[in-house]
């Protein structure tokens, strides 16, 4: 895990006030970045890179979407 992850998770739960933002659960949450954890090195502690979403729905956004070359426009899309 790299240096400052931990907090990125932590304050992207806290802005979110620990609630998915698609469907509005509270429990089994995850952090989901915006923009590829793995291809935006420079964004990967930015706290607006981040959104909280429970387990399914993360489940579903990248089923839907994959897990490369993920945007803030399908996020967008999928928070509709």
């Given at each position: 895990?790299?240096?400052?992850?931990?907090?990125?998770?932590?304050?992207?739960?806290?802005?979110?006030?620990?609630?998915?933002?698609k469907c509005g659960a509270k429990e089994y949450l995850a952090t989901h970045h915006i923009e590829n954890y793995s291809e935006k090195e420079s964004l990967r502690t930015d706290i607006n890179n981040g959104v909280t979403l429970c387990v399914e729905c993360h489940k579903k956004f990248h089923k839907q979407y994959g897990n490369k070359n993920n945007n803030k426009e399908q996020i967008d899309m999928f928070l509709k």
């Open positions: 895990i790299i240096d400052g992850y931990n907090t990125w998770k932590r304050e992207v739960l806290e802005r979110d006030n620990y609630t998915c933002r």
